[in-house]
């Protein structure tokens, strides 16, 4: 009896090794623009459902409270966001590009390290206690800091797939011969000239991080974080990666090589299930019948309303010649001439209204997020991108043959309708689009699944460093051999010194030798 009690009882623990000892997580993710939140906050949640005391520090707090899950706001952020979008369309050449990234993250680090809430429950030394630091993998290298505070393990997500400053995190191999830049817009198959385009490119940004990003990002670290500072410099910790997790999977991109804790989570956001659509947008998607529906939606950073007069009425007459039904995203409550084929609303459940069978195309900016969740239900897309990776995102769109692009600021009101027929009518986009669905959704756990496994994982191995791996400790010269290519360098101009020398001296003796002779005679 005994014995079936403490089998029993051993059953129980073995099946739920996590629900009986949750972990204290501080997730940090202050990027003041929506898409990186949403991306992430099914997962912290999922990781609350599962337990875990999670305290997140972002800029959207929760309306409505949620158990084990605590917000630390920092709504300060959006003032360095209004600074940046200011001076978005002035000029830069590629070194300026950087500085002025630069700029902008470094005003981000710092608002969140003088925020009055994380100085106070957070900085302040032995106020709380963290088994477990999750970061926003994305330039505010200075909250790395956490880790050492903590002495606890960190995790990073990458949000946009991984680049040559978040490999280095844990040492991922990325050659850039077949890797692009992601703000390059190339894919992996480049020409000669893209490759050296690709070279330049990332040697700027890699000088630029390691001379002028990473002194101010150590300043910081050293200011809030005095304490640890001296014991573990900043350098250490960017190397000290657990697990970093990244949005991105080779079905919905390129094949590459990865480390073993660098784990693609790609669409990790995604629900399961599609929950039922509200009422009115249900009704207006049922009643379009056969001829279907187009979704138009320019994300959550480009709003429809603020485009240009003439652009606005240009969209509305093109919607207004189509047969289709459209839901378009628009952000403001009245829209003078609105034809009624056409529904608007500030805010869609997109994923659950590209769900839906009578959705045929999605009219998108190309966020990746937006592209993510067209390729798993499977639709065709329309690209009308306006920065950062979304020329990259719609470029792919074209090539893998599920999408078309167009430039949103000079296309005609006949080349839209056009592309939009085309995507339509011509059955090639809709089965690369099903195609491209059913690789991605072929996969042993969701993404959100992947990503809670991996997190317990590094929390049950206290921090898993028998994942990291040897390249995190040698120095540039050693992990690229330049230390064993200087040796058979150095070896090889050895000998062919000695040669030379020797051949030299054999002359000279000859020389002299024959002149010797000249004499005798
Ligand atoms: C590296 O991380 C481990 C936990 O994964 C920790 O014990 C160690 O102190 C960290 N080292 C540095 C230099 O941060």
Redesign the pocket.
Known sequence: MLCLRLCFLSLLVSALPDLLDGARILAIFPFPGPSQYINVQPYLKGLAARGHQVTSVNAFPQKKPIENFRDIAVPEVFQSYEDIIADLDIPKNSWQENNFINDFFISVTKTVLQNAKVQQELLQPGKAQYDLIIVEALRTDALYGF??HF????IGISTFGTDWNIDELVGNTAPISYIPLVTAGLTDRMTYWERVHNFVETAIAWLNWKLVYMPLQVKLYEQYFPHVAH???LL??G??F?LVLVNQHFSLSFPRPYVPNMIEVGGLHIAHKPAPLPKEVEEFIQGAGSTGVIYFSLGSNVKSKDLPEERKQMLLQAFASLPQRVLWKFEDDVLPNKPHNVFISKWFPQPDILAHPNVKLFITHGGLLSTIESIHHGKPVLGLPFFYDQFLNVERAKQSGFGLGLDHKTMTGTEFVQTIKRLIHEPRFGTTAKLMSARYRDQPMTPQETAIWWTEY?LRH????HM?VAAQDLSFVAYHSLDVFGLFFGVGVLILASISYLMWKLLCSQRSSEKQKLKHQ
């Open positions: 880790a050492a002495n606890a393990p960190i014991k573990k410099p250490e910790l190397k000290n657990s590094v206290k921090g898993a460093p990291r």
